[in-house]
């Protein structure tokens, strides 16, 4: 099993920044990608960054640049750091992890692979 809660959302003006953590709480023997997604209202759930155990990062296309994905073993805790925000940032963000004894971190920026989901964290950017 394992436990995921985000944390960090708030309401910022654009071209602020945030920084949202994602802690999570492992209860198995097994490894885990953990991916940052994003959903709009109205929209679909999309990857943002993934960062498997042994640091490597994935970033989606679109979203390179001004959102930086990293992690804090020590802690357990993975963050998403959010630059230059603007409105259409705006959707409630979720942490999510994959077992990477499986299939799901092979693709880990689609939601559908995902074993385990937090909660999420809602983040507003008002222009």
């Known amino acids: 099993q394992v436990q995921l809660v985000e944390s960090g959302g708030g309401s910022v003006q654009a071209g602020g920044s945030l920084r949202l953590a994602c802690t999570a709480s492992?209860?198995?023997?097994?490894?885990?990608?953990i991916t940052w997604f994003r959903q709009a209202p109205g929209g679909e759930r999309e990857g943002i960054a993934s960062?498997?155990?042994?640091?490597?990062?994935t970033y989606a296309d679109s979203m390179k640049g001004r959102f930086t994905i990293s992690q804090d073993n020590a802690k357990n805790t993975l963050y998403l750091q959010m630059n230059s925000l603007k409105p259409e940032d705006t959707a409630m963000y979720y942490c999510?992890?994959?077992?990477?004894?499986?299939?799901?971190?092979?693709?880990?920026?689609?939601?559908?692979?995902?074993?385990?989901w937090g909660k999420g964290t809602l983040v507003t950017i008002s222009s």
């Open positions: 960062i498997e155990s042994d640091g490597m990062a």
């Open positions: 999510a992890a994959a077992d990477e004894g499986g299939v799901g971190c092979i693709t880990p920026l689609e939601a559908r692979v995902m074993d385990y």
């Open positions: 492992i209860y198995t023997d097994s490894t885990y990608c």
